[in-house]
């Protein structure tokens, strides 16, 4: 068995009411209903939030962290995610929305403007040395990444083993701080801004490092309430010059499903959203039909960050926005491309563990089990009705038969399975 997973997400029992609006919405099968209340098989749990998405009791719970747990550290720091900017009605500049996060209490914001150029950098330096398998797939979605560890374990030397500008951001505004400052590291608190619980799990279980430089996450829906009320007062004391200087587009873009692939040569680069279409994009690389694509960017959110299950805003209307703000932004302080070169090949842009794969619960302890369950498995399935109702519990008829042979379900939990045993009683009982 293996070690347990961190997840994100939770369900709170009280509120289910066994509607399997969760379990038919999971991309990975990882909702069972039993006893009339979803479970969630945590080996196959991608944190991806769909079920938060279409629960409509409450009963999905995101585990992000709380204001209240940053009094623990002496200097604290807001790093937002791009999305955050795209919440606000009226023209919000992302200088006003930083101001707004320190009157909530942060020592101070950092944006991701200068590390969105560095990473993207990086990454063309990666490309161009690389001599594996194509395409490179983009890693900073943690959903996405969960989902190759589960299900596409032979995809994993594809993945893209460089930071995500928010973990580059965290190092260096605690570097800088602790030198300004003269504070321990351990002392400066680092906070993202998320638009997801994935980013959470990036934190806490970090595929690539041995612990991530962001010590926790505020969901952007728990936080927006207490920034409504200071933007605009924000907004009006920052002076018209400093509105643009804290973001940049591009690292605007990068809220966005092409964000980062707008950036590279679109002749060899492809962007895919929404968890349906990455799967299928992961299953054409899988079997070798995208070869000729250098890198291919993947979001599992339809439209990129903005659409994550913990923002605020209609999607659509968040991206509007974001394009809007990208034409009122400028591109940022150029780059020292010798010198981000040197940093690149000192490894500072890399991650330093290879991402390895999340073995899901095996069939037996034995190989030999193992046989015994999976032709078992087969015979079960053929015998069952193949339209996937999910009355039994399971999300799929081959789920089902999965939990018969592991002992977690029983055969006649099948509605169909059930009548035929009832219609085979009967000429007994009437005789």
């Known amino acids: 068995m293996p070690e347990p997973y961190y997840h994100s997400l939770r369900f709170d029992t009280t509120r289910c009411n066994a509607c399997m609006s969760c379990m038919r919405a999971c991309p990975t099968q990882a909702i069972r209903v039993r006893s009339g209340r979803a479970v969630m098989l945590e080996d196959r749990c991608i944190d991806c939030g769909e079920c938060l998405k279409v629960c409509t009791r409450d009963a999905v719970v995101p585990l992000t962290g709380l204001l209240a747990e940053l009094s623990r550290f002496k200097y604290t720091v807001a790093i937002p995610s791009p999305a955050l900017y795209t919440q606000f009605d009226g023209g919000v500049k992302p200088a006003a929305v930083h101001e707004a996060l320190r009157h909530c209490g942060f020592d101070a914001v950092a944006g991701l403007s200068q590390s969105c150029a560095l990473v993207t950098a990086a990454i063309e330096f990666y490309l161009a040395e690389f001599r594996g398998g194509f395409p490179v797939i983009s890693s900073f979605c943690p959903t996405v990444v969960r989902l190759i560890q589960v299900k596409y374990p032979a995809l994993l030397d594809q993945l893209l083993p460089i930071l995500s500008p928010r973990e580059v951001t965290a190092r260096e505004v605690k570097r800088a701080t602790a030198e300004r400052f003269g504070l321990d590291l351990r002392r400066i608190g680092t906070v993202y801004v998320t638009p997801c619980p994935s980013k959470m799990v990036s934190i806490v279980d970090h595929p690539g490092q041995d612990s991530s430089h962001i010590d926790s996450a505020v969901s952007i829906s728990d936080l927006f309430p207490h920034l409504v009320a200071a933007v605009q007062d924000a907004q009006a004391a920052v002076p018209a010059a400093e509105a643009g200087e804290t973001e940049s587009a591009s690292s605007l873009g990068w809220a966005l499903s092409r964000g980062l692939a707008a950036s590279l040569p679109a002749e060899d680069t492809m962007s895919v959203a929404g968890l349906p279409n990455v799967v299928r994009i992961l299953d054409d690389i899988e079997q070798g039909r995208l070869r000729h694509y250098t890198f291919v960017e ?131 009982l009437a005789a």
Request: hydrophobic share 40%; aromatic share 4%; glycine share 10%.
């Open 298 to 428: 993947c979001h599992a959110c339809s439209e990129g960050c903005v659409s994550g299950v913990l923002t605020v805003a209609n999607p659509y209307v968040a991206r509007v926005r974001a394009i809007r703000l990208m034409q009122s932004l400028g591109e940022g302080p150029p780059l020292d491309g010798d010198a981000v070169r040197r940093r690149y090949h000192a490894g500072e842009f890399h991650m330093g563990l290879r991402i390895g794969a999340r073995p899901m619960r095996p069939l037996h302890d034995t190989i030999s089990g193992a046989i015994a369950r999976m032709k078992e498995r087969e015979r079960l399935a053929a015998t069952l009705p193949g339209i996937d109702c999910g009355a039994c519990g399971a999300p799929s008829c081959t789920a089902f038969a999965d939990d018969v042979v592991r002992g977690e379900a029983d055969e006649d939990w099948c509605v169909f399975v059930r009548q035929r045993q009832i219609e085979a009683a009967v000429p007994a």
